[in-house]
């Protein structure tokens, strides 16, 4: 029992670390994961590894490209198409679900510190600060919602939704437009308004999918 536990941990800690580097980039599209090298580095054997491999597999983050070779899997124009247009239907399902069955004054302050993250972008940690703000933001819409189902499938974009991100960081002009976008989606959570929460919720991710793939191709050309 404890081998099984031991490798189990192993398993999610080189899982872990494998994802971040990949959301991160540090792990770039094409890069091959071979078996020995990896467990090398990360500390583990090679069985644990192969667990974390295949979990990352099963999330689309790595692709077997021979029985011996996984590499970091690539991401173009159509994948990120196709993963804003399952967002979209989460995403704006959720929004009009939060506004109906969440805490109003939970989200009214969220509003408030969207109105204030602009200004302190260009700080040393301000972008990471905007992320983290994000993220706390998705986890109050997520439990307003209330839907296991909904956000165990918005889990699943939101781990392919970090690399996607990467695209446009370091497009001032885009994240300022982002945090008034947020802020006027919290607003209407905190008013209640379904309709306007969720169409507000569309102009951003109309907004945040052609700033991405525009940063895409600018980085093609």
């Given at each position: 029992m404890s081998t099984?536990?031991?490798?189990?941990?192993?398993?999610?800690?080189?899982?872990?670390?494998?994802?971040?580097?990949?959301?991160?980039g540090a792990l770039a599209p094409?890069?091959?994961?071979?078996?020995?090298?990896?467990?090398?580095?990360?500390?583990?054997?090679?069985?644990?590894l192969r667990e974390a491999l295949q979990q990352l597999s099963a999330e689309g983050l790595v692709e077997q490209q021979s029985p011996r070779?996984?590499?970091?899997?690539?991401?173009?124009a159509g994948d990120i198409r196709s993963l804003f247009e399952i967002r979209r239907a989460l995403e704006e399902s959720a929004a009009?679900?939060?506004?109906?069955?969440?805490?109003?004054?939970?989200?009214?302050?969220?509003?408030?510190?969207?109105?204030?993250?602009?200004a302190s972008l260009d700080a040393k940690t301000g972008r990471d600060d905007y992320y983290a703000l994000?993220?706390?933001?998705?986890?109050a819409v997520d439990a307003a919602v209330n839907n296991d189902y909904i956000a165990s499938a918005l889990r699943t974009v939101r781990t392919h939704l970090v690399r996607v991100r990467r695209m446009s960081r370091?497009?001032?002009?885009?994240?300022?437009?982002?945090?008034?976008?947020?802020?006027?989606?919290?607003?209407?959570?905190?008013?209640?308004?379904?309709?306007l929460a969720a169409h507000a919720t569309?102009?951003?991710?109309?907004?945040?999918?052609?700033?991405?793939?525009?940063?895409?191709?600018e980085g093609q050309s």
């Open positions: 099984t536990v031991e490798r189990t941990r192993a398993s999610d800690r080189a899982y872990a670390t494998l994802l971040e580097e990949i959301q991160s094409g890069t091959v994961l071979a078996e020995v090298e990896q467990a090398a580095r990360l500390g583990v054997s090679r069985t644990p070779v996984t590499v970091v899997a690539d991401i173009d009009r679900l939060a506004a109906e069955r969440g805490d109003a004054g939970l989200f009214a302050a969220l509003a408030t510190e969207f109105a204030a993250a602009g994000i993220a706390r933001f998705d986890r370091d497009n001032h002009t885009r994240l300022l437009a982002s945090v008034s976008e947020h802020q006027l989606i919290a607003e209407a959570l905190a008013e209640r308004d379904g309709d569309h102009v951003h991710l109309r907004n945040a999918l052609t700033s991405i793939l525009d940063s895409l191709m």
